[in-house]
């Protein structure tokens, strides 16, 4: 048997034993609606108005510093600031934001999110500049990528977030020692049976190895390359704020390095850049808007 099959063996058991989150059918309606050829405001405004809950949670979160909101007091109104590409990324941040925030302690649950938060939103801005990937997917993954983190939290009280929230190389590799699999694996198995799309489970599955040759498929390295800059970029540039980030183990280099600095310090980015086509201009963009995104706390 393989190692990888022995890994996501474990991660279904892990997953299993803790039980998997239940996930809202909105989400699947909604990323079928939007993808249609014309999509129907009505029905995208009447399938998230429904649950109250859902729709609090909704506009507190458009009007959020991640999405530049601000006296947002209705769903229609919402969907009309934002656009359809980031209401759907509200909802979707919305319902994992309430399936999760019980699931660990709050302290930690806040870094969790506004490291999550970060990377989607870093992700979205990579496709929106680089226009070869898709922006709803590539917010789905970056929201997604560390999603198993809070179930080994709750499985193993000694469990430590700072290798893989800092994005450690070799963090993985720690947890399969000691729990036979990892969170990568673990959140594979999640958003699988979540029914996320495949791409996403895909990525999630390898996020913190800089060597995307391991997707065969064009797409999929393409969202692999996008998921590992944005976390780089997060963790080095963008950080985690109100004082996160110092406790955070980092790469080398200050995030403001150039593309040619980069890839002078590990090849592996050459293919990355390639990959996603991010020239230099690229890159500074995405900083500026990194430092403009300000903290949001799950209260």
Same mark, same amino acid.
């Given at each position: 048997m393989l190692q990888k099959d022995v890994d996501i063996r474990q991660a279904e058991e892990i997953v299993k034993g803790i039980g998997i989150p239940v996930q809202s059918k909105i989400v699947n309606n909604l990323y079928k +609606?939007?993808?249609?050829?014309?999509?129907?405001?009505?029905?995208?405004?009447?399938?998230t108005s429904k649950d109250v809950g859902l729709s609090a949670s909704i506009l507190k979160i458009a009007n959020s510093s991640y999405f530049g909101g601000g006296g947002i007091s209705s769903i229609e109104y919402a969907l009309n600031i934002v656009g359809l590409t980031s209401f759907f990324n509200i909802v979707v941040s919305s319902i994992f934001l309430n399936t999760y925030k019980e699931i660990t302690d709050r302290n930690? %649950? @806040?870094k969790f999110w506004n490291h999550s938060m970060l990377v989607a939103k870093t992700m979205s801005l990579i496709a929106k500049i680089t226009k070869n990937i898709d922006e709803n997917d590539a917010?789905?993954?970056?929201? %997604?990528?560390?999603?198993a983190i809070p179930l080994f939290l709750k499985r193993y009280?000694?469990?430590?977030?700072?290798?893989?929230? !800092?994005? &450690?190389a070799d963090a993985t590799a720690k +947890?399969?020692? /000691? %729990?036979?699999?990892? $969170?990568?694996?673990? !959140? %594979?198995?999640?958003?699988? @049976?979540?029914?996320?799309?495949? #791409? #996403? @489970? *895909? #990525?999630?599955?390898?996020? $913190?190895?800089?060597?995307?040759s @391991? $997707?065969?498929?064009?797409? #999929? *390295? /393409?969202?692999?390359?996008c998921a590992y800059l944005a976390e780089y970029l997060v963790i080095n540039y963008g950080g985690l704020q109100d004082g996160t980030s110092a406790e955070m183990p980092t790469k080398s280099g200050s995030g403001? &390095?150039? /593309?040619?600095?980069?890839?002078?310090?590990?090849?592996g980015w050459e293919p990355i850049f390639t990959e996603l086509g991010v020239k230099e201009a690229d890159l500074t963009n995405i900083r500026r808007e990194l430092q403009d995104i300000g903290e949001t706390s799950e209260e």
């Amino acid at each position: 048997m393989l190692q990888k099959d022995v890994d996501i063996r474990q991660a279904e058991e892990i997953v299993k034993g803790i039980g998997i989150p239940v996930q809202s059918k909105i989400v699947n309606n909604l990323y079928k +609606e939007i993808k249609q050829t014309t999509p129907d405001i009505r029905k995208i405004v009447s399938l998230t108005s429904k649950d109250v809950g859902l729709s609090a949670s909704i506009l507190k979160i458009a009007n959020s510093s991640y999405f530049g909101g601000g006296g947002i007091s209705s769903i229609e109104y919402a969907l009309n600031i934002v656009g359809l590409t980031s209401f759907f990324n509200i909802v979707v941040s919305s319902i994992f934001l309430n399936t999760y925030k019980e699931i660990t302690d709050r302290n930690i %649950f @806040s870094k969790f999110w506004n490291h999550s938060m970060l990377v989607a939103k870093t992700m979205s801005l990579i496709a929106k500049i680089t226009k070869n990937i898709d922006e709803n997917d590539a917010y789905i993954t970056g929201l %997604f990528h560390d999603c198993a983190i809070p179930l080994f939290l709750k499985r193993y009280s000694d469990y430590n977030t700072l290798p893989a929230l !800092g994005n &450690e190389a070799d963090a993985t590799a720690k +947890e399969d020692e /000691k %729990f036979q699999t990892n $969170h990568c694996m673990a !959140g %594979f198995i999640l958003t699988t @049976s979540w029914r996320l799309p495949d #791409v #996403v @489970s *895909r #990525v999630i599955s390898n996020h $913190h190895n800089i060597d995307i040759s @391991s $997707h065969k498929k064009l797409y #999929v *390295r /393409k969202m692999a390359a996008c998921a590992y800059l944005a976390e780089y970029l997060v963790i080095n540039y963008g950080g985690l704020q109100d004082g996160t980030s110092a406790e955070m183990p980092t790469k080398s280099g200050s995030g403001t &390095e150039s /593309k040619d600095d980069m890839i002078r310090n590990n090849p592996g980015w050459e293919p990355i850049f390639t990959e996603l086509g991010v020239k230099e201009a690229d890159l500074t963009n995405i900083r500026r808007e990194l430092q403009d995104i300000g903290e949001t706390s799950e209260e």
